[in-house]
DNA sequence: TCTATTACAACATATTTTTATAGGATTTAT
DNA sequence: ATAAATCCTATAAAAATATGTTGTAATAGA
């Protein structure tokens, strides 16, 4: 298993979970409501929003009333923002982002096999927004209903 | 960072060397000589290619004078073979490979994103063999003499 | 046949990172 | 004031990442 983290797993669907209630209409949303819905301890997501606010990916609004929002609309935030904020980089291997850490990069034939996959999926990460995820799932909402009940 | 474990990196690390030193020439090479080149710890290396003897990605021959070599000719070799023998899958997330995994998968607006990104790499590991890497590994080669003694 | 070399196996141990839970402090609307 | 939230810190549990030890088995070459 190539792993992306639970960090990075967590924190897009809580990232695709606030932009869906966003756009039907909630203000704040409340981190506890989230933890229900997608099944995640309340206690997990409280660690795992902190980078995603330090990042303004979303905002917070303290006490009795309070929650979070979208830090910016969610057409302007793409998955590679969420998993840069989480995991650090975007990228399968250190190497790829940092030429210091390790000496044998020029020479490391794996080297270009960790380069090109990174490419790739950066390049995937970086054109898919919270936007298009909400519309890919209108679709298929409106797929199995048509499953359920044709004609 | 989307984790490719060191499994994975030291695996194909392994391969590649394994490849390398059979074209120029070796008949069975000493687990020792890799780990000395690749920098990496010889007790690891021996955990990491029980996986790929299991696969059949390389063959043993014991005693003194044995060592390893490749199970199969470079060209037959993808990276997609190295990275399923030792981390199960060449997949992000468990629930791509087992819909038994995760019970929302349905309703899930992650879940599209996690399939398209496993698919492009796993297509893009499908595409590579051992031979492709030593190419590469030669055309870097030759770059570098040419630009240490130009014309 | 003896010896050195090498793979193979079964553990034990240690360290670090990931994953997760817990308790309480702080802020704020009502 | 109180309840409802975020915020902060500590700790626990599990997995990944190694390293160490003590062998056994196979084989080439002297």
Known sequence: MIKLSTKGRYGTRLMV???RR???GSEAVILKSVAEEEGISIRYLEQIIIPLK???????????????????????????????????TCS???CVEDDQ???KTSTCGAYEIWKGATDLLRNY???????DILEIGN???AAAKRKAKPK
Chains 1, 2 share one sequence.
């Open 17 to 19: 979970n606030l932009a």
């Open 22 to 24: 966003q756009r039907l």
């Open 54 to 88: 330090i990042n303004k990916l979303v905002k917070s609004i303290r006490g009795a009333g309070g929650g979070y929002c979208l830090g910016r609309k969610a057409e302007d935030i793409k998955i590679c923002d969420i998993l840069k904020a989480l995991e650090g």
């Open 92 to 94: 399968l291997v250190e």
């Open 101 to 103: 850490f390790c000496e």
């Open 125 to 131: 990460f970086e054109s898919v927004s919270l936007e």
């Open 139 to 141: 679709k298929k909402t």
